[in-house]
């Protein structure tokens, strides 16, 4: 069955980094476009960025354009999240995410927090 499992979230500074993963299995990876969504606390999940099967094209939420990179690793069947210049406002659980026509998985998520 399709599994999701991030990694990587924690606690970091305002200005730091973090990497996130998501280790995917179950279905055709290398054939699926991927995404990465959040949700604050007490607000609704949103989409932070996707990207397609091939890794060639990429988008993001207008609130991470230029300070999140997302990227796969297709022999590894792993989705990646890079997070820089991280803001108190970027604190949220982050999920990885895998759509079919009839079906949308989830996993786990992992929490990011940003505070001094």
């Known amino acids: 069955q399709v599994r999701l499992v991030e990694s990587g979230g924690g606690l970091v500074q305002p200005g730091g980094s973090l990497r996130l993963s998501c280790a995917a299995s179950?279905?055709?990876?290398?054939?699926?476009?991927m995404s990465w969504y959040r949700q604050p606390p007490g607000k609704e999940r949103r989409l932070v960025a996707a990207?397609?099967?091939?890794?060639?094209?990429?988008s993001y939420a207008d609130s991470v354009k230029g300070r999140f990179t997302i990227s796969r690793d297709n022999a590894k069947n792993t989705v990646y999240l890079q997070m820089n210049s991280l803001k108190p406002e970027d604190s949220a659980v982050y999920y990885c995410?895998?759509?079919?026509?009839?079906?949308?998985?989830w996993g786990q998520g992992t929490q990011v927090t940003v505070s001094s």
């Open positions: 995410n895998y759509k079919t026509w009839s079906h949308i998985y």
């Open positions: 990207i397609t099967d091939t890794g060639d094209i990429t």
């Open positions: 179950g279905f055709a990876f290398s054939r699926s476009g």
